[in-house]
């Protein structure tokens, strides 16, 4: 069975300081692996990581990929009170996503 | 852009009514995906078409929920009869032709409460 497993489920920080999200994964016919922000909506999406070792940012936010550990993590920066939210980690299997439980971030001003 | 449409945005029902989701997708997007997320089980995909074709409806949980895609622009997820377990948020999104799941775009989601 395809697993996707996030840590942790849940954490507060302050205003200005860094978050590490983790994600691994045991799936087969791995593809890629998505990161999504859902705030009170849609989860909108933040990266599409496929190759190892290979950062992508977009801001403050970055993520990575190692391929060889099954695992992503995604770096939140200074972060403020708009970056609280749910984080979701998914891996797409052929067509389809499989998503984690997602890490619930509270930042705290 | 209107983006994905979902109706309704919240459903309050009775245990043993009949509950009709609909989801719009983005014009010219030609894959559609219903999803259920609860606290328990996080974001699940039920359903997925591609050119209005069910390709994979592995994750429907049970008889009691069934989907349609009639036209390119419109879905419906039926559920029937509805139970109290049925309560969640499900979410339709549509992908684009090229098939990258970067382009998988989230509607609003329904917010469907089975009193």
């Known amino acids: 069975e395809d697993k996707v497993v996030q840590s942790p489920l849940s954490l507060v920080v302050h205003e200005g300081d860094t978050v590490t999200l983790n994600c691994s994964y045991e799936v087969t016919n791995f593809r890629s692996l998505l990161w999504y922000k859902q705030e009170k909506k849609a989860p909108t999406f933040l990266f599409m990581l496929t190759s190892s070792g290979i950062e992508k940012k977009s801001g403050r936010l970055s993520s990575i990929l190692d391929k060889k550990e099954l695992s992503s993590i995604l770096n939140i920066t200074a972060t403020q009170t708009g970056d609280s939210a749910i984080y979701l980690c998914?891996?797409?299997?052929?067509?389809?996503?499989?998503f984690g439980a997602g890490t619930t971030v509270t930042v705290r001003a | 852009d209107a983006g994905v449409i979902q109706s309704p945005r919240h459903e309050v029902t009775e245990m043993g009514q009949e509950v009709t989701l609909r989801c719009k997708p983005i014009s010219g997007h030609n894959s559609l995906f219903w999803y259920r997320q609860t606290m328990m089980r996080g974001l699940e995909l039920l359903i997925y078409f591609n050119n209005n074709v069910p390709i994979d409806d592995s994750g429907m949980p049970e008889d009691r929920f069934s989907a349609k895609m009639p036209n390119a622009s419109f879905s419906t997820l039926k559920i029937q009869p509805s139970e109290p377990r049925d309560s969640a948020v499900y979410f339709c999104?549509?992908?684009?032709?090229?098939?990258?799941?970067?382009?998988?775009?989230f509607g609003p989601g329904t917010r469907l409460t089975v009193l």
């Open positions: 999104a549509s992908s684009s032709p090229t098939g990258a799941t970067d382009t998988q775009y």
């Open positions: 998914a891996v797409e299997i052929d067509y389809k996503l499989s």
